[in-house]
């Protein structure tokens, strides 16, 4: 499976410019100063790891020691952007797969970060935490995020709440913390949300529906089971049956743009079936869909 081929990637150059961050974590670190000017005060040097911004290498100490060297500010923030994938069941539903697209996305939100120089993680969720993989930083490290995101097999149910806490739990700073899920979640999970945004976090609400969960095309008595916990109910599906399932969808989606609005959150919903740079572009425009 291939997450992002070297066309696409070439596509997210444009954009990675535009990914801003708005975590308050105040702690100094390598991230790009937003203010420009002499105000940056310098901290120190680090070695220059692959992948680095070249603007941000001392030459001046290139010249005298022949290593290079990374400038590093007080004034700037370290920033992790944090992908938290639901490697739930119901995410294996969908042509393609809603796993597929989900895995997509982040891959692409994790591109522009380690084009910018900045560190990318890779958190999957399910009923809690069920993989949490180290921080990578640079284009260098793409592969092994990539590994990282193509790791996460569907299964089990999901309970997001538990899982974000979980995150925000283990998380030493704020960041910029990216949920890519479908959210057909039992249980509440805003107040989660609430916390996470609370604790400085810079929220991002990803929501991944397949087609079919958009427009089902179900008719008749019928014996449906659950992905996740494999619970077998027998319905019987007519309009009225679609209309009211159709109306959850909307509350669902109604509250999540409700969400994000209150607390300076993006919320991107997509499909299957669009192409993920589209998403991809709302997604920097740190907009609510």
């Known amino acids: ?66 290593e290079p060297v990374f400038k590093l500010f007080r004034a700037e923030e370290d ?28 891959a692409s939100i994790g591109y522009l970060a380690l084009a910018e120089s900045e560190r990318a993680q890779v958190l999957a969720v399910g009923e809690g935490l069920t993989r949490v993989n180290e921080p990578t930083r640079g ?14 097999a569907p299964r089990g149910g999901t309970d997001l709440a538990r899982a974000i806490d979980g ?24 107040r989660a949300v609430v916390r996470a945004a609370a604790s400085g976090h810079d929220v991002a609400l990803v929501q991944v529906l397949a087609e079919e969960d958009i427009e ?21 599906v007519d309009a009225r049956a679609i209309e009211a399932y159709l109306a959850r969808l909307r509350a669902l989606c109604d509250g999540l743009r409700a969400l994000a609005r209150r607390h300076r959150a993006t ?11 589209a998403a991809v572009r709302r997604f920097v425009a740190r907009g609510i869909d």
Do not use: N
């Open 216 to 236: 089902p095309g179900l008719d008749g008595d019928l014996a449906l089971e659950d992905a996740e916990t494999g619970d077998v109910v027998e319905v019987t």
């Open 79 to 106: 920033v992790v952007v944090r992908l938290v994938v639901d490697g739930s069941a119901s995410l294996e539903t969908g042509s393609p797969t809603k796993m597929l697209s989900a895995k997509r996305l982040a």
């Open 1 to 66: 499976m291939t997450l992002l081929d070297p066309a696409f990637a070439r596509e997210l150059e444009a954009l990675r410019r535009r990914l801003q961050v708005r975590a308050r974590s105040g702690a100094g670190g390598d991230h790009l100063a937003k203010r420009r000017g002499g105000s940056a005060e310098f901290l120190e040097h680090r070695p220059y790891a692959p992948g680095d911004d070249l603007r941000r290498i001392d030459w001046l100490a290139f010249a005298r020691t022949g």
């Open 139 to 152: 284009r260098a490290s793409l592969p092994k995020l990539l590994r990282d995101l193509d790791a996460i």
């Open 267 to 277: 919320y991107v919903r997509t499909r299957t079936g669009e192409p993920t740079l």
């Open 167 to 190: 995150v925000v739990q283990r998380s030493g700073r704020p960041g910029m913390l990216v949920i890519v899920s479908d959210f057909f979640d039992p249980g509440p999970f805003d």
